[in-house]
């Protein structure tokens, strides 16, 4: 399996429980994976995928960064 080059980035987040992620390069499809890290002790989930972008969602309001890295095989 190949992969194509692995995007990296970082996004604010301030008193709110979902963030819409602008990717730098778009994607054919939503067809990639996406790891978060947010220092927090409440999970995030991706949801709404698209060509480019997603969202990252918390279970209540929180202020943070969140990183991620989109990866996609091919």
Known sequence: ????????G???ISSSSTLDVSLEVEHPDD???????????????????????????????VTS???YQVMRKV
């Open 65 to 67: 960064t969140v990183s």
């Open 31 to 61: 067809a990639y994976t996406v790891s978060l890290d947010a220092g927090l002790s409440s999970i995030p989930w991706t949801t709404n995928k698209s060509a480019t972008g997603f969202r990252v969602n918390f279970s209540g309001p």
């Open 10 to 12: 970082s996004s604010a």
């Open 1 to 8: 399996t190949l992969a194509e080059e692995v995007q990296y």
